[in-house]
Every structure is written in C-alpha cells, then in structure tokens.
C-alpha cells in the first residue's frame, strides 16, 4: 500500500469515526438535556474536555503516543481560544432563536473561506464555491425556521463565528507548523480548554436557565448518561483534530453539516419527530452540495498530484542529464560525452 492510498484510508477513517461519534453524542446529549432535564451544555462540555485529557494521559503512560511539547504560549492561546469558542456558541444559541443559530453556523464555512483567502492566500476554484453554495443553500432550507434578531444575540454570534473560525484554522496551521500529530496537539490543549469552561461554565449555564449545576438532582440515570456523554467524548474530541489535520476547516465544516442531516433524518425515522417536505428537500439539497464538494475535492486532489509528479520526473531528468549538469556546474562529463560534445567558441558564448 502506498503512502498515498493509507492517507486516503486514514482520511476516510477519520470522517467516519467523527461522522459516528459526534451522531452519538448528540443522541446521547438530547436523551440528558430534554428527557432528565440536565440543560447544563457548557459545563457538561468542560467535563468532555476533562476526560479526554484523562484518557490521552492513560494513553501516553501506555505509550500509545509520543509527548512532543512546543511552543506553550500558543498552545496556551489556542485552548483558551478553543473554549472561549464553545461558550460564544452556547450563549449564540441561548440568546437567540434556533433558525438565527442554525444561520449562525451556517456563517462559519464562508467566514472560515474568507479569512484563509486573506490571510493564507488560499485559492477556492469555483466548483469548490458553488458546491458550498448548493451544501449551505440546503441546509438553509432544511434547518432554518425563523430569524428573530436582537442586538445582544447577533453580537454574541458574531463572537461565535470568528472564534470558530480562526480556532479551526490554527487546529489545521498548528499541527502543520511544528509537526506535531491531532493526539499530541488535543493532549497539550485539553487543559486549557478544560479550565477555560470549568471557571466560566456555571455562570454561563445559570444565565442561561436560571439553575445552579451544582444544586441540580443527579440520579443514577442522569449520571449514567453524563458518564456515556463523556466517553462518547473523546472519540468526538480526537476526531475533530484529526480531520481538521488531514483536511481542512471548510471540509470540517462540510462534514458537520452532513452531521446535522444525519440527526433530522434520526429524528424523524426512529425519535418521530415533526418533518415536513421542507425538510426532506433541503437534506436532498445539502446532500447533493457535499457530494459535489467531494467530487471537486477528489478531482484537485488528482490533479495537483500529477503535477507534483511531473515535477518531480523533470527535476529527476535535470539531474540525471549530464549536459545539463555540466552547464549548471554541478558535475564532470565522462570522457566518451566530452569527445562527442560540440566545442564552443567565445563569440557562442558572448551570444549565449
């Protein structure tokens, strides 16, 4: 197996776990909050953050991974940077409708686009646009019911859009950067991140329902589930950087809409929740944009892989090409080439 085809593998490995996972825990999270009423998302996520780093620390002492530390002060800023985005998101979600949340989201691939055509001078051929335009034109149909604006809530989801995005960007830059793989980068942040929601979750949960997280009426049940919700955690965790690493935040993006049509359709053949035509065209809609985003992806992919080995074969062909060399300096002719090569006169020369 070629490099090449165990990337692709890991990659479609990737997807999937963060397809499956994340499906999970949002199953797993609907089941906490409006069935046992534990409505206390940030905290619950600080607790996510927890385990995950618990785990990757068992891993590490088992030798799973290597520790390969750098540069605290941004690994510092990214985890705070990563929580901060978490909370943005929650308070987007608590102070505004859910149609104007759903746009919310939504607002996240063409900001994401827009700041690393900016900043990272990268190009976006228009299949790539006008597949986003279709994936977003119906998730748009099939998610977003009302746009009730108010000033506090369009503030907090203009917070939330830019944190988003530029967390998902340095996930993708950072490992890049310095080399370091999603587990080591999801290891060295986790704390950060934990400690970031765990000092600001309570307050931010009691703004948004009125409850003390600490006063609320665990049973067995409610910490069953929680238990679940953290394990289902570190998968949904892991995967995230993962994909960011192997792809890109847009890609990231494209696959958390997939997610989202994944859960409706869910809820609507098992859970029996209301649906509507709309519905099922806008899914149809959003279907058709990600399957079109891939099939761009997949056809750039081949391309820029065939130019990086044309490349490749004429730099190879330079040299290995003995005239060649001898222009450039970089070596000797065998005697048979140099009685065969053409002599050259200083008027060739001065006209050269």
């Known amino acids: 197996m070629t490099e090449s085809?165990?990337?692709?593998?890991?990659?479609?490995?990737?997807?999937?776990?963060?397809?499956?996972?994340s499906v999970s825990i949002v199953i797993c999270n609907k089941a906490l909050i409006s069935t046992l009423g534990f409505t206390f998302a940030t905290t619950l996520t600080s607790w996510h953050l927890l385990v995950t780093f618990c785990s990757l620390h068992v891993a590490r002492w088992m030798r799973f991974f290597e520790h390969k530390p750098f540069d605290p002060k941004a690994v510092m800023g990214f985890g705070i940077l990563n929580g901060s985005s978490i909370g943005f998101l929650n308070l987007s979600l608590g102070f505004n409708s859910v149609g104007f949340y759903q746009m919310t989201k939504l607002a996240i691939i063409p900001c994401t686009v827009l700041l690393e055509t900016l900043f990272y001078r990268k190009k976006f051929s228009r299949n790539i646009q006008l597949a986003l335009t279709v994936l977003l034109?119906?998730?748009?149909?099939?998610?977003?019911?009302?746009?009730?604006?108010?000033?506090?809530?369009?503030?907090?989801?203009?917070?939330?859009?830019?944190?988003?995005?530029?967390?998902?960007?340095?996930?993708?830059?950072?490992?890049?950067?310095?080399?370091?793989?999603?587990?080591?980068?999801?290891?060295?942040?986790?704390?950060y991140q934990s400690i970031t929601l765990f000092i600001v979750g309570p307050f931010l949960d009691w703004l948004l329902t009125n409850q003390n997280v600490f006063a609320f009426n665990y049973t067995q049940n409610v910490v069953a589930f929680i238990v679940l919700s953290c394990l289902i955690s570190v998968s949904v965790n892991f995967s995230t950087f993962l994909v960011i690493g192997k792809t890109s935040p847009v890609t990231y993006q494209v696959l958390g809409h997939l997610k989202t049509c994944l859960v409706l359709a869910f809820g609507y053949v098992l859970l029996r929740d209301p649906f509507s035509w709309r519905n099922i065209l806008g899914i149809v809609i959003a279907m058709l944009g990600m399957i079109l985003y891939s099939y761009c992806c997949s056809i750039e992919s081949q391309q820029k892989s065939i130019e990086a080995a044309s490349l490749l074969s004429q730099v190879n062909e330079s040299e290995t090409d003995p005239l060649i060399n001898v222009e450039k300096g970089s070596g000797n002719l065998p005697d048979s080439v140099v009685a065969q090569a053409p002599s050259w006169n200083s008027s060739k020369d001065q006209h050269v």
């Open 5 to 21: 085809q165990r990337f692709q593998l890991g990659t479609i490995g990737a997807l999937s776990l963060s397809v499956v996972s």
């Open 137 to 191: 034109f119906g998730v748009g149909i099939a998610t977003v019911t009302d746009l009730q604006l108010n000033l506090l809530g369009s503030v907090l989801s203009m917070f939330a859009i830019v944190t988003t995005c530029i967390a998902q960007i340095m996930t993708n830059t950072i490992q890049k950067k310095f080399k370091v793989s999603s587990t080591q980068l999801l290891y060295q942040s986790c704390p």
